[in-house]
């Protein structure tokens, strides 16, 4: 059975910095594109980042030199670090397997002060 | 990166069809057969309904079906239940190789 399970979500200052990741099973990380999507509280969703299966890497423009995806191939796991939070980066975190089939459940991060 | 314009709500009775559109550029929607929809329930992940614009998952109802005409691709509910109360989003694949959410739409059964 495919699952993603998340964890790293919780409160940080304007300014600060939290790694999210995503613990999949019953598929192989590196195989797939992977990616990272959120939605602010009640809100809809917005794309972050992808990974693709080759490494290469894509961010939305407003993540963009402060949000870094990468994967670790021997605990796959899929991680997004995030630097210099914003407020406007207050939103439920998501990660999806390529093909959009597969979720987390989601994580909330919180900016503020 | 702009979202993809749908309608805030669409409404209709047990067992009409609904029809829900989500509307983008060439660039994205009219420039690749990679939308997708989803359904999300309150305080929960979405769920996949419909990929590469028409294709249903396995297990999905067949009341869901999926076109794409130009730029504006549809997702079409027929015989609405009550249980199909949720909100919708659709997504896109972009020329920029990333991906566009569109803007979401509550459906309600009245």
């Known amino acids: 059975e495919v699952q993603l399970v998340q964890s790293g979500g919780g409160l940080v200052q304007p300014g600060g910095s939290l790694r999210l990741s995503c613990a999949a099973s019953?598929?192989?990380?590196?195989?797939?594109?992977m990616s990272w999507v959120r939605q602010p509280p009640g809100k809809g969703l917005e794309w972050v980042s992808l990974?693709?299966?080759?490494?290469?890497?894509y961010y939305a423009d407003s993540v963009k030199g402060r949000f870094t995806i990468s994967r670790d191939n021997s605990k796959n796991t899929l991680y997004l670090q995030m630097n210099s939070l914003r407020a406007e980066d207050t939103a439920v975190y998501y990660c999806a397997r390529g093909g959009w089939l597969n979720w987390g459940q989601g994580t909330l991060v919180t900016v503020s002060s | 990166q702009s979202a993809l314009t749908q309608p805030a709500s669409v409404s209709g009775s047990p067992g009409q069809s609904i029809t829900i559109s989500c509307t983008g550029t060439?660039?994205?929607?009219?420039?690749?057969?990679?939308v997708s929809w989803y359904q999300q329930l309150p305080d929960r992940a979405p769920k996949l309904m419909i990929y590469?614009?028409?294709n249903r998952p396995s297990g999905v109802s067949n009341r869901f079906s999926g076109s794409k005409s130009g730029n504006t691709a549809s997702l079409t509910i027929s015989g609405l239940q009550v249980e199909d109360e949720a909100d919708y989003y659709c997504s896109s694949y972009t020329s920029s190789s990333t991906y566009v959410f569109g803007t979401g739409t509550k459906v309600t059964v009245l």
């Open positions: 060439s660039s994205d929607v009219g420039g690749y057969n990679y």
């Open positions: 990974i693709y299966s080759g490494g290469t890497t």
């Open positions: 019953g598929f192989t990380v590196s195989s797939n594109y």
């Open positions: 590469d614009v028409s």
